[in-house]
């Protein structure tokens, strides 16, 4: 038993007796300090609807962009294999401007066969109109096309059949100087035609 006075911090209590304070009691208290719950992070597999359906948008959009330019270039492509077709019907008529100053009417003038024989995997016929040559697509040729016709012109100097004719390809410009002879057909979309086929700025 302690007769002195007890002083208590906290709780830890010290005899004030002149004598070298003594522990008489000390009591512990233990305080669970709660915890902070870590975030448990959600895992899923896959895409969502939502992302899904989004990614689908942009890529019907980016089919829809494609797809014309794709055709463009297909159709573009075959009017370029199938022209030098009609380098076998250029050579008659500059002959014929060179020897007698005039321009086969047809085909039989020009001394060619007939517009249906002269084929190839992308033209359907190659027909002769008073010097200008017409040729219509067909046979593999895009469905754009088919059916479809792209006129060459013969440009002349008149007074001088010594200048070799040229050639005018579908809606473009004559040389100056020069006259360009036949009807122009061309009914061929200007986005599908090569460059040297198209009018000015197009």
Same mark, same amino acid.
């Given at each position: ?15 004030? =007796? +002149?004598? #070298?304070?003594? %522990? ?13 719950? !870590? ?29 014309? =330019?794709?055709?463009?270039?297909? #159709?573009?492509? /075959?009017? %370029?294999?199938?022209?030098?077709? @009609?380098?076998?019907?250029? @050579?008659?008529? &500059? #002959?014929?401007?060179?020897?007698? /100053? ?12 007939? &517009? ?8 359907? #016929?190659?027909?002769?109109?008073? +010097? ?19 006129? %060459? ?16 390809? +579908? ?16 009914? %061929?979309? !200007? ?12």
């Amino acid at each position: 038993m302690c007769l002195a006075s007890i002083a208590c911090t906290g709780q830890i209590c010290f005899a004030k =007796s +002149g004598l #070298s304070p003594v %522990i008489l009691s000390m009591t512990f208290t233990l305080v669970r300090c709660p915890r902070a719950r !870590a975030a448990i992070p959600l895992c899923r597999d896959g895409f969502t609807m939502l992302e899904m359906a989004a990614v689908l948008a942009i890529i019907a959009i980016l089919a829809i962009i494609a797809v014309p =330019s794709f055709q463009d270039r297909i #159709s573009r492509d /075959q009017i %370029i294999a199938a022209v030098p077709l @009609a380098d076998i019907v250029k @050579a008659p008529i &500059a #002959s014929s401007w060179a020897t007698v /100053q005039t321009l086969p009417a047809n085909n039989a003038a020009a001394g060619l066969p007939p &517009a249906e024989k002269i084929v190839n995997n992308y033209v359907n #016929s190659i027909a002769i109109h008073d +010097g200008a040559i017409d040729i219509t697509f067909g046979n593999s040729a895009n469905g754009l096309i088919k059916g479809k016709v792209l006129t %060459i012109r013969p440009a002349i100097v008149a007074d001088a059949p010594i200048v070799p004719v040229a050639w005018v390809c +579908g809606n473009a410009d004559g040389p100056g100087q020069m006259t360009v002879k036949g009807e122009n057909r061309t009914d %061929i979309p !200007a986005n599908f035609l090569p460059l040297n086929c198209r009018a000015p700025g197009r």
